[in-house]
C-alpha cells in the first residue's frame, strides 16, 4: 500500500462520515452531493430501494425529514478496498437509534454496510450502497421520557438546568 493509496482511503472514509453526518442532520442538498447521479441503493436487505440519487434523497425526506424524526447513525470498523484508479468498495458496521415523539418509538439496530465507490472529477462519490440488518428493534418510547433537546426544536440547547 502506498501513501497515496492512503490518502485514497482517508477521502473514502470521510465520504461516508458525512453521509451520515448530513443524513442525521437533515441536510438533503449535502447529501445529494455526495452520491453519482445514478447511484442505487438497497437498505434493509433491499425492503427499500431506489434508483438515482434523486429518488434516494427524497426517500430519506419522506422517512426522515420530519422534526419528530431524530436519529443517530455510527459507523465503524471500515473495510476499504480500491479496486482501480477511480473506484474502490467498502464494508462498514452501523449502530444506529431512531427516536421519534410523533409515534412515540425507539428504534435502535446494527448492520453492515456494502458500498461501491467512484472517484468523479477528483472526489470520490457513492455509486452503491446497501445494508442488512444484523438486528433491529423497537419499543414504546415510554410515558416517562422527555425530549430534552432537539436539533430543530432547540437549535440542538438542552432544556436541563446547569450544575451549581
Avoid at 20 to 33: A, Y
Avoid at 35 to 57: H, K, L, M, N, Q
Avoid at 142 to 154: E, I, Q
Wanted: a negative charge.
Amino acid at each position: 500500500m502506498t501513501p497515496e493509496d492512503l490518502v485514497e482511503l482517508e477521502a473514502i472514509k470521510r465520504l461516508k462520515y458525512a453521509y451520515f453526518r448530513n443524513l442525521d442532520l437533515k441536510r438533503w442538498d449535502e447529501i445529494l452531493e455526495l452520491f453519482t447521479p445514478d447511484a442505487t441503493c438497497a437498505y434493509s436487505a433491499g425492503a427499500y430501494s431506489y434508483e438515482g440519487r434523486d429518488a434516494i434523497v427524497e426517500f430519506f425526506r419522506k422517512g426522515m425529514g420530519s422534526e419528530t424524526f431524530h436519529s443517530s447513525h455510527k459507523a465503524h470498523h471500515p473495510e476499504i478496498a480500491l479496486t482501480g484508479p477511480t473506484t474502490a468498495t467498502g464494508v462498514w458496521a452501523l449502530e444506529d437509534r431512531v427516536v421519534d415523539t410523533q409515534w412515540g418509538i425507539v428504534i435502535q439496530g446494527a448492520a453492515f454496510y456494502d458500498d461501491d465507490y467512484v472517484k468523479v472529477d477528483g472526489d470520490w462519490r457513492i455509486a452503491r450502497t446497501a445494508y442488512k440488518r444484523v438486528y433491529e428493534t423497537m419499543e414504546p418510547l415510554g410515558p416517562n421520557v422527555t425530549l430534552t433537546a432537539s436539533y430543530w426544536a432547540t437549535g440542538g440547547r438542552s432544556s436541563l438546568p446547569a450544575p451549581e
